[in-house]
């Protein structure tokens, strides 16, 4: 079952505006992950943001994690044509005695020039 | 360094032939992941090896094998190929299993069973 669920599905913005994505998880996690994927390419990692962290940069991207609500926040600032791709959250939870990692359904964003 | 290469890009098969996806990393992984993404979704975990010599059932692994064949290759095999497994696989690796470190993804495989 799907652990992370991203929120809007699809957001269409202008270039230089900022993009705020959402994800909203079910259980405890040890961290939350974000990949993008550009269309017909694999996944590549944004930022990780640990269960004890609250925030965290990187570059034009701010991540945020609010664990009593269970939910975490990517923000694109100044957004670019180039950062139109899908974005996916990825939570790591511990289940099991085992460690699992589970991606959400991903927001499409697309930046118009 | 390539980081995960996967061959073939590409597949069409008729239902009940039988493939093998290849993937390679030069990280120097010891984890190695297999997932499928399906219109819409995010990728569910078919298989994956946590070391060398070691495989585990992710969420959807009926219909499919692995073989960890050393350090660097990690294949997926379908025996007999359905139309629900139309899909795009993609492997990936990390130094270790899961946790807090990041995956690193192939380009993925587009395969078509009629």
């Known amino acids: 079952s799907q652990q992370g669920e991203e929120d809007p599905q699809a957001l269409s913005i202008q270039e230089g505006e900022n993009a705020t994505m959402n994800c909203s998880y079910k259980t405890s996690i040890n961290n939350l992950q974000w990949y993008r994927q550009n269309s017909g390419r694999g996944l590549v990692h944004l930022i990780l943001?640990?269960?004890?962290?609250r925030e965290k940069h990187s570059g034009r991207l701010r991540v945020t994690l609010d664990t009593s609500k269970k939910s975490s926040s990517l923000l694109i600032t100044a957004s670019r044509a180039a950062d139109t791709a899908s974005y996916f959250c990825?939570?790591?939870?511990?289940?099991?005695?085992?460690?699992?990692?589970?991606f959400g359904k991903g927001t499409k964003l697309t930046v118009n020039p | 360094n390539a980081g995960v290469t996967q061959t073939p890009k590409f597949q069409v098969l008729k239902t009940g032939q039988s493939m093998t996806l290849q993937c390679a990393q030069d990280m120097n992984h010891n984890s190695m992941y297999w997932y499928r993404q399906d219109p819409g979704m995010g990728l569910r975990l078919i298989y994956y090896?946590?070391?060398?010599?070691?495989?585990d059932k992710g969420e959807v692994p009926n219909g499919y094998n692995v073989s960890r064949l050393n350090k660097r290759e990690f294949s997926l095999r379908l025996e007999s190929a359905a139309p629900s497994q139309t899909s795009v696989y993609f492997c990936a690796s990390s130094e270790f299993l899961f946790g807090g470190i990041e995956q690193f993804f192939g380009p993925g495989t587009r395969l078509t069973v009629l």
């Open positions: 943001i640990r269960s004890n962290e």
């Open positions: 990825a939570t790591a939870t511990t289940q099991g005695g085992s460690e699992k990692l589970v």
């Open positions: 090896s946590a070391s060398e010599g070691t495989t």
